[in-house]
Protein backbone atom coordinates (compact mmCIF):
# COMPACT_ATOMS: atom_id res chain seq x y z
CA UNK A 1 0.00 0.00 0.00
CA UNK A 2 1.25 3.42 -1.04
CA UNK A 3 0.54 6.57 0.97
CA UNK A 4 0.12 9.76 -0.82
CA UNK A 5 -0.78 13.09 1.11
CA UNK A 6 -2.66 15.36 -1.19
CA UNK A 7 -3.30 19.19 -0.17
CA UNK A 8 -6.73 20.89 -1.13
CA UNK A 9 -6.22 24.49 -1.34
CA UNK A 10 -7.94 27.38 -2.33
CA UNK A 11 -9.49 30.66 -1.15
CA UNK A 12 -12.38 30.19 1.47
CA UNK A 13 -15.80 29.08 0.35
CA UNK A 14 -14.68 27.53 -3.11
CA UNK A 15 -16.15 24.07 -1.92
CA UNK A 16 -12.53 22.39 -0.43
CA UNK A 17 -14.70 20.68 2.53
CA UNK A 18 -17.31 19.99 0.44
CA UNK A 19 -15.13 18.09 -2.83
CA UNK A 20 -13.23 16.06 -0.20
CA UNK A 21 -16.58 14.86 2.20
CA UNK A 22 -18.51 13.82 -1.39
CA UNK A 23 -15.05 11.94 -2.83
CA UNK A 24 -14.48 10.14 0.60
CA UNK A 25 -18.22 9.80 2.50
CA UNK A 26 -20.48 10.92 -0.77
CA UNK A 27 -21.75 13.71 1.43
CA UNK A 28 -22.72 17.28 0.47
CA UNK A 29 -24.19 19.70 2.99
CA UNK A 30 -25.49 23.17 2.43
CA UNK A 31 -24.44 24.56 5.53
CA UNK A 32 -21.71 26.66 5.20
CA UNK A 33 -18.51 25.70 7.85
CA UNK A 34 -15.52 27.09 7.96
CA UNK A 35 -12.51 24.98 8.42
CA UNK A 36 -10.21 25.84 11.32
CA UNK A 37 -6.46 25.11 9.82
CA UNK A 38 -6.94 21.39 8.73
CA UNK A 39 -9.13 18.51 8.09
CA UNK A 40 -7.56 15.23 7.20
CA UNK A 41 -9.30 12.68 5.59
CA UNK A 42 -8.23 9.23 4.57
CA UNK A 43 -9.65 7.23 1.17
CA UNK A 44 -8.05 3.84 -0.07
CA UNK A 45 -7.99 4.39 -4.36
CA UNK A 46 -6.55 0.89 -5.85
CA UNK A 47 -3.08 0.12 -4.06
CA UNK A 48 -2.87 3.80 -2.81
CA UNK A 49 -4.34 5.00 0.23
CA UNK A 50 -4.98 8.94 -0.20
CA UNK A 51 -4.66 10.92 2.73
CA UNK A 52 -6.39 14.26 2.11
CA UNK A 53 -5.51 17.64 3.73
CA UNK A 54 -8.02 20.10 3.42
CA UNK A 55 -6.32 23.02 4.27
CA UNK A 56 -8.34 26.02 5.69
CA UNK A 57 -9.16 28.83 2.86
CA UNK A 58 -7.14 32.14 2.84
CA UNK A 59 -7.64 35.92 1.89
CA UNK A 60 -5.94 38.45 2.28
CA UNK A 61 -5.85 38.63 5.68
CA UNK A 62 -5.37 34.93 6.26
CA UNK A 63 -2.67 33.35 4.05
CA UNK A 64 -2.05 29.85 3.96
CA UNK A 65 -0.69 28.28 6.50
CA UNK A 66 2.49 27.01 4.42
CA UNK A 67 3.61 24.52 7.25
CA UNK A 68 0.98 22.36 5.97
CA UNK A 69 1.98 22.11 2.86
CA UNK A 70 5.08 19.77 3.86
CA UNK A 71 5.21 16.24 2.47
CA UNK A 72 2.59 16.68 0.43
CA UNK A 73 2.69 14.46 -2.80
CA UNK A 74 0.41 16.73 -4.45
CA UNK A 75 -2.30 19.49 -4.88
CA UNK A 76 -5.76 20.30 -5.92
CA UNK A 77 -6.10 23.91 -6.03
CA UNK A 78 -9.77 24.84 -5.85
CA UNK A 79 -11.71 28.01 -6.98
CA UNK A 80 -15.36 28.53 -7.42
CA UNK A 81 -16.41 29.03 -10.94
CA UNK A 82 -19.04 31.99 -9.62
CA UNK A 83 -16.69 33.79 -8.39
CA UNK A 84 -13.59 34.74 -10.91
CA UNK A 85 -10.95 36.04 -8.24
CA UNK A 86 -10.75 32.86 -6.43
CA UNK A 87 -10.09 31.38 -9.83
CA UNK A 88 -7.38 34.01 -10.81
CA UNK A 89 -6.32 33.80 -6.99
CA UNK A 90 -4.99 30.04 -7.53
CA UNK A 91 -2.09 31.13 -9.49
CA UNK A 92 -1.00 33.13 -6.61
CA UNK A 93 -1.83 30.47 -3.94
CA UNK A 94 0.34 27.81 -6.41
CA UNK A 95 3.59 30.71 -6.48
CA UNK A 96 3.02 29.66 -2.17
CA UNK A 97 2.80 26.18 -2.25
CA UNK A 98 6.29 26.15 -4.81
CA UNK A 99 8.15 28.28 -2.99
CA UNK A 100 7.46 25.82 0.27
CA UNK A 101 7.51 22.62 -1.57
CA UNK A 102 8.74 22.52 -4.89
CA UNK A 103 7.34 21.38 -7.76
CA UNK A 104 4.81 18.65 -7.34
CA UNK A 105 1.79 17.15 -8.91
CA UNK A 106 -1.25 19.85 -9.40
CA UNK A 107 -5.08 19.27 -10.79
CA UNK A 108 -7.38 22.33 -11.01
CA UNK A 109 -11.17 22.09 -9.60
CA UNK A 110 -13.54 24.60 -10.92
CA UNK A 111 -16.10 24.12 -8.31
CA UNK A 112 -20.01 24.66 -8.06
CA UNK A 113 -20.21 23.87 -12.16
CA UNK A 114 -24.22 23.09 -11.33
CA UNK A 115 -24.89 26.80 -10.16
CA UNK A 116 -25.90 29.00 -12.68
CA UNK A 117 -24.50 32.36 -12.33
CA UNK A 118 -21.41 30.27 -13.53
CA UNK A 119 -18.48 32.78 -14.80
CA UNK A 120 -15.82 30.74 -16.21
CA UNK A 121 -14.92 31.02 -20.00
CA UNK A 122 -13.72 28.37 -22.14
CA UNK A 123 -10.71 31.26 -22.68
CA UNK A 124 -9.53 31.26 -18.88
CA UNK A 125 -10.03 27.29 -18.81
CA UNK A 126 -7.43 26.93 -21.77
CA UNK A 127 -4.66 29.46 -20.16
CA UNK A 128 -5.24 27.29 -16.88
CA UNK A 129 -4.33 23.90 -19.28
CA UNK A 130 -1.68 25.92 -20.94
CA UNK A 131 -0.10 26.12 -17.67
CA UNK A 132 0.00 22.10 -17.69
CA UNK A 133 -2.54 21.83 -15.24
CA UNK A 134 -4.99 19.25 -15.97
CA UNK A 135 -8.56 21.10 -14.93
CA UNK A 136 -11.81 19.93 -13.85
CA UNK A 137 -15.45 21.94 -13.57
CA UNK A 138 -16.29 19.72 -11.04
CA UNK A 139 -19.57 20.29 -8.52
CA UNK A 140 -19.74 18.50 -4.87
CA UNK A 141 -23.58 19.10 -4.75
CA UNK A 142 -23.96 16.80 -8.15
CA UNK A 143 -20.69 14.91 -7.61
CA UNK A 144 -19.63 15.83 -11.45
CA UNK A 145 -16.35 14.78 -11.82
CA UNK A 146 -15.08 14.79 -8.52
CA UNK A 147 -14.08 11.23 -8.63
CA UNK A 148 -12.17 11.83 -12.08
CA UNK A 149 -10.51 14.83 -10.26
CA UNK A 150 -9.04 12.86 -6.92
CA UNK A 151 -8.40 9.51 -9.42
CA UNK A 152 -6.26 12.31 -11.62
CA UNK A 153 -4.55 13.65 -8.90
CA UNK A 154 -3.31 9.81 -7.41
CA UNK A 155 -2.38 9.09 -11.02
CA UNK A 156 0.33 12.35 -11.35
CA UNK A 157 1.81 11.41 -7.93
CA UNK A 158 2.53 8.11 -9.70
CA UNK A 159 4.55 9.64 -12.58
Given at each position: ????K??????????K????????????????????????????????????????????????????????????????????Q?????????????????????????????????????????????????????????????????H????????
Open positions: MIKKVCMVGEFSVGTSLTQKFVNNVFSETYLTTIGVKIDTVQIEDTKLVIWDIAGRDSLSPINASYLVGAAGVVLVADGTRLTVESISEIWSTVREKIGEVPCVVALNKADLEDWCVDNTTIESLRDRGWDVFETSAKDGVMVESLFKIVEKTKE
